[in-house]
């Protein structure tokens, strides 16, 4: 095989490949199927309709009268197609990244285009869409730079699902959002990035948040999906006969939203914050080669922006503005710093603490600064002139 690619039948036996199955066996896969479809109308108030089997229409009407049901796996492939008796009509196979490795029709009067995560093939480009960008699946990458780029500055803003593709699906990536400034949700199925800055999205803070059913692993219907967290936190759902469209919103302030994402596994870190610090730093000897620096004093922080990141992700800052104050040669030195914050997720930040450890203990550095931490500046008690004199310059 080497480099080769695999592009030969998965199965054995006969042209078609599939398995005989008995008449009572196919009756009861039809009703299973339409029992189904009967309670998913009636729960979303859906008018009666009526459909035809494939034995009540002429055999030039299969391709448009013929109902199909799409069979998918755990990440929304459509491994199989049957049509409205039970029948199998298609059967596909996808390499872990999307790339077509075998497809078996019954015959040829429908070619189904909802392939790998259920998203749709355009057959002239060979790229899937997936709503907020295109995905070339021979490649393994997107064709646009990912929305949460912000929120993965070490990944490629081009790879596909963190290179985890039989774990993790992007569905399409545009209706949860976050406000950095109050940190407020809100969600909208008819809004994506390119809306923020009009209607409820108006106002400052409001940043891309993740994907639409970003919290259920891209499974619709379990009880972490979109339609399951809206009914349950008080949004709306309507339904517009005229599209047959479903409308959905929901919005949680303050605590609320806090709260919401807590249960959803997630926690509200600060991503930026000014930091002032009146420290000291000592060094002791303790043999040839060897000291002891000791860092003592007093720090505030006052956080100005905030984000949502899973639990356990731990942050390291980078200085983004500086002011450095007087000398005292007893207190030590005044410094004043704006500083951004980027999260990783805990077992990442295992390793890099490790290191950091080894290093400190080769060292010697030990750090005994006292720090108080305001949530915002409301909650600052305008105290400190060095920290007063930064704040008129903090658009900076």
Known sequence: MGAQRL???????????????????????????????????????????????????EEDSLKTMTLYYFHPDHLGTSTLLTDNLGNPYQFFLNLPFGETMAEQKATDTYTNPYLFNGKE???????????????????????????????????????????MPTRI????????????????????????????????????????????????????????????????NGGSISFDKSSKTYNMELSLNGDKGEKFMNQQGYEKLPTQYVEYSLTKKDKYPMGPNRFIEITTGNATQINEKYGYFEKGSVGYSKSMFAMIG???????????????????????????????????????????????????WSAYPESNPLINKFRNNRTQ
């Not at 790229?127 to 949460?148: C, E, H, I």
Request: net charge negative.
């Open 7 to 57: 592009a030969s039948r998965p199965v054995s036996g006969g042209s078609g490949g599939w398995k005989d199955v008995s008449s009572a066996e196919l009756t009861a896969l039809k009703q299973r199927q339409q029992d189904d479809l009967k309670a998913m109308l009636a729960h979303y108030d859906f008018d009666e309709i009526h459909y035809s089997t494939a034995f009540e229409v």
């Open 121 to 163: 093939l355009d057959e002239e480009t060979g790229l899937y869409y997936y709503g907020a960008r295109y995905y070339n699946p021979r490649y393994s990458l997107w064709l646009g730079v990912d929305a949460m780029v912000e929120k993965y500055a070490g990944i490629t803003p081009y790879n596909y699902c963190l290179n």
């Open 169 to 232: 699906i992007d569905p399409d990536g545009n209706d949860w959002f976050e406000n950095e400034l109050t940190g407020a949700i809100y969600y909208n199925n008819n809004l994506g990035k390119k809306d923020i800055g009009k209607g409820a999205l108006a106002g400052e803070g409001w940043k891309h948040l993740g994907n639409n059913e970003m919290f259920s692993n891209g499974q619709p219907y379990s009880q972490s999906c979109d339609v399951s967290l809206v009914s349950k």
């Open 326 to 376: 007087e000398f005292n040669l007893i207190l030590g030195t005044e410094r004043i710093d704006r500083k951004a914050v980027t999260y990783f997720s805990d077992s990442w930040a295992k390793g890099f603490d490790f290191f950091y450890n080894i290093t400190a203990g080769i060292t010697g550095s030990h750090n005994y600064v006292n720090k108080t931490v305001h949530e915002s």
